[in-house]
Each structure stands twice: as C-alpha cells, then as structure tokens.
C-alpha cells in the first residue's frame, strides 16, 4: 500500500493468528481503561460480518504495526471495528494509514458512508476520527442508548487512490 512509504498493509482474513493477536492486545488496552472488559456495546465483531480486514506492516523487518477492519452495517454503510495501533508505533501515520486504506475499500465496495464510534475513555480516538474528518453523529446501533459513546460519520464519494495487498 502507498498511503505510508514505511508500510504495506494487507487485506486478510479476520481469522489471521497476526490479526487475532492485534485485536487481543487491543481488548487488553481497552480493559485496562475502562477498568472492565464490558466496554463494547452489542455484539463484538466476527468472520461473518466483516467485510474486510486489514493489518499494517513496517515495510523493512515485516514487523505487524496495526489492524482495523470494516463491519457491513447494510448496502451503502459500514463501520470502523478494531482500528489499533501498537503502542510503540503510535504517532507515525501507520493509524492513519489503515483507515485510508479501509476507506478505499469501502469505496471499492460501494459503500458511500462509514460510521464510526469512540468510547469515554477513549479521547485519542475521538480527535483521531475528527481530525480524519469524520464529523460527530446521534448514536447508532448498539451505541443508541450508550452516553459514554460518541458516533462519527464521513460519507465516502470521491475515489482514493490506495488499496491493500491481498495475503
């Protein structure tokens, strides 16, 4: 992928052991910031309903940085599941990187909006989907009933030129 000279990110399945692992050190994190592992309003993302899957490696070792991945919400809609950077990894573009990527993707499929949601205890993902571009939305979903969740919206028309690497 170009989006990052320092990258490729490729699409993969959600059942990758490389993807599994980002997503587990993910859960971690969020658990250690919410103080429970009850963070996630409705069902948590699976195989079946994620459309595509993306992980960010350093282009020179082969090193996983990050992942992220779509879940279809219907024809023309998905939303941002499990977008997760490595700690030491964290302000080099590689978040950026994957969600421009997953937003080409979404493009490619025909989808012309992505949702996104960012918890209470998750301020850098709030200024991370803003200063993306998304803008702040009523809840959906699962988050309607959720005061701690915070829903943003970017609607996806003109063409981006990056795309992933199929493993």
Known sequence: MQTHPKLIIRRTSWSNPVGRDLRAAQQSELDARYGHGEHEPGEPPTAADMAVFLIAYERATGQPLGCGGLRQ??????????????????????????????????????????????????????????????????????????????????????PVRVHAVAS
Not at 99 to 123: D, F, K, N, R, Y
Not at 143 to 151: F, G, L, N, P, T
């Open 73 to 158: 919400l219907d024809s023309k809609t998905a939303e941002v599941k499990r977008v997760y950077v490595l700690p030491y990894a964290r302000g080099s573009g590689v978040a950026s990187s994957i969600l421009l990527a997953l937003e080409a993707e979404a493009h490619e499929a025909g989808i012309t909006l992505v949702m996104a949601e960012a918890g209470s205890a998750q301020p850098d993902g709030k200024m991370f989907y803003e200063a993306a571009g998304y803008r702040e939305v009523p809840n959906f979903g699962p988050y309607q009933e959720v005061d701690e969740s915070v829903c943003y919206a970017k609607p996806i028309m003109a």
